[in-house]
Structure formats: C-alpha cells, structure tokens
C-alpha cells in the first residue's frame, strides 16, 4: 500500500507541481488549502507524514503543527514545513514546535522527493526492541512509547529516538555533531544548535526539575551523556550494561 502525505499549499500552482512529485514516487496526497480542514481528517485516517505549509488560510502551519504535537494519536507522525520563510530563526521554530525537516521555497523537486523519502525513512520502526527501565523511565522501543513513572508520555518521533539512542548507551558522551548524525542522518536544516532544543524538550518531559537533570547531563564544551541513577529497575532481557562492560 502507498503512504498517504497530507499536503497543506493553498497556492494551487505549487499544490498541483507537489502532488503530481509525490504521486508519480508512489504516493498518495490528500491536499488541502485551508489549516482548519487538515487535523479534523487526520483524526479520521492518520496520513504518514505532513508537509505543511506556513502561511495559508484558517490559521497557519505553525500552529497546526502545535496542535498535531499535542495529539497523542498524531504526534509520532514526521512534520515537514514547506515555506518561503527561511531565516534561521523560523528554522528554529519550525523546530522548537516538533517539525521533523525544513524546506525553503523555492526548492527543488528531486529535493523535495529525497527529503520527503528520508523523513519516512528515518521513522520507520525496526522491529522490536528491548524495554529498558532506568529508574522512574521505561523506553519501549518497539512501540516508541514513553513513561515516566507510570505515566504515559507523549513525544515526538525525533525526540524519541534522541532519547532512545542516549539512554542506550549510557555513561558515554556524545558531540552535538554525533548526535545529529546518528538521530537526524541527512535531515539538512538540523544544526548542533537544534540538539540543543530537543535536550531541553526531553528534559521538560523526563526530569523532575529541568533545570537540575538527573537523567540527560550537560557536559561542557563536549556534548550530552545519559546518566543512570543508583536504583535501576532492568527487565533482564533490557539490562542497560555499564560502559565499562561494553568495552
């Protein structure tokens, strides 16, 4: 079966340029004009990934991509912002909001069709994986579901897997350089500064005080290291194994 895109463009020419892209790599697009029309379908039948414009009728991109984050059934699907605003400041909005890719206007098609296919890519699951408890969190990786201390947290996708791959390898330091390259792969609009923004998203969601994090530790002018607490509780088929162990 194809992937359904929900595309939001309300200038018909780039609209009709988009969809017949996607349509002719397999896909299949539900397109609207209007930002009121998209969250109440998705609802109905989630689409794969959304491509969003910014500047369109009924409201905008930005804030449907805030409520489509704050929908629990919605919020692990990839975002992309197609738009014409394109200072680094927008980016780091789009960003801050959950947008998974940023792409400027005027763009490309082959472009657009590569960034589209690595966002999919890059959310795909991988099979199942290992529950690991590291103190009041539990990461399931294989349903991409986070709690804490019992509670069922909603992420993003992007936020999931930074926090996955840290907590998998616990005790080591990673360079914001590293991180970008093993979470966001090609995802060009992503810069180390961008790492940053989701460490604080993460930290507002698994910390008791962000300001003072038990879990996801600053290391200064080197990056970020995951720190297990003193009391672990590991099913032993997800024993989280120290760094010493690894070597």
Not at 150 to 172: I, K, M, Q, S
Not at 209 to 216: G, I, K, N, V
Request: overall charge negative.
């Amino acid at each position: 079966m194809s992937q359904t895109i929900f595309l939001l463009e309300d200038d018909a020419d780039i609209a009709r340029l988009v969809r017949f892209h996607l349509e002719a790599s397999g896909f299949t697009v539900q397109a609207f004009t209007n930002a009121t029309e998209v969250l109440p379908a998705a609802e109905r039948k989630a689409p794969s990934l959304f491509l969003l414009d910014i500047m369109v009728p009924g409201g905008d991109g930005l804030d449907l991509c805030r409520r489509l984050r704050l929908n629990p059934a919605l919020s692990m699907t990839p975002v992309i912002f197609l738009t014409a605003l394109a200072t680094e400041s927008d980016r780091v909005h789009g960003l801050e909001l959950g947008a998974d890719d940023y792409i400027t206007k005027p763009f490309g098609t082959r472009e657009l069709l590569a960034r589209v296919k690595a966002v999919l890519r890059r959310f795909e699951r991988q099979g199942p994986a290992e529950t690991l408890r590291i103190g009041e969190i539990e990461i399931d990786g294989g349903a991409m579901q986070l709690r804490v201390r019992g509670e069922l947290v909603t992420t993003t996708a992007t936020e999931f897997r930074l926090l996955d791959y840290l907590a998998r390898h616990p005790g080591r330091v990673f360079s914001r350089d590293q991180l970008l390259d093993a979470v966001w792969g090609d995802a060009r609009f992503v810069t180390p500064r961008s790492v940053d923004v989701y460490v604080r998203r993460i930290r507002e969601k698994i910390e008791d005080d962000a300001d003072e994090p038990r879990y996801l530790k600053t290391m200064r002018g080197a990056g970020y290291r995951f720190e297990r607490p003193d009391r672990i509780a590991a099913r032993p088929t997800a024993e989280v194994p120290d760094e010493a162990a690894r070597a």
